[in-house]
């Protein structure tokens, strides 16, 4: 079954590793056999890992957009979703679970949307954390979480 994708003016696409952006009016493609595609507003940009969510998020996106990292990342990916099963439990369980299954199998794609409602979750928690305490806001939106360090992945070809 073929993937067709109504692509918005300007939008940035990555298709098997290759980013490309869209002209300046709307198109449709359409891509015929299976491809690694994600769509540039579900992408996170390395700056924005600040939480262990989007650590996790960011990790399963960049095996998605760079095939030849694909091993190395797979067992850190796992580690780091089981902590986070452990650290949030309820229905988010289920959403971190299905995504490990997803990371197992390879497909990074449906793994990344399992997440999303896990991330959307973790903004809420931090922004009634921050609202309660303004003081944590600020340390927190300067302070990495312990680990993250996205430049190795970048940097590695």
Known sequence: MALKLTLKPDERIIVNGCAMRNSSRRHVLTIETHADVIRGHDLLD??????????????IQTALTRADLREDLVTPIQKQLAV?????????????????????????????????PVLRHEEEIMSRQNATNPKHAALSA????????????????
């Open 46 to 59: 390395s700056d924005g890992i600040v939480t262990p969510v989007r650590r996790v998020y960011f990790l």
């Open 84 to 116: 986070l099963a452990t650290v949030f439990g309820g229905s988010s369980c289920g959403q971190i679970f299905e995504a490990a299954n997803f990371v197992s199998i390879g497909d990074y794609y449906k793994a990344l949307s399992a997440l999303r």
């Open 142 to 157: 300067h302070m990495p979480v312990q680990g993250s360090s996205p430049q190795p992945l970048a940097a590695r070809s």
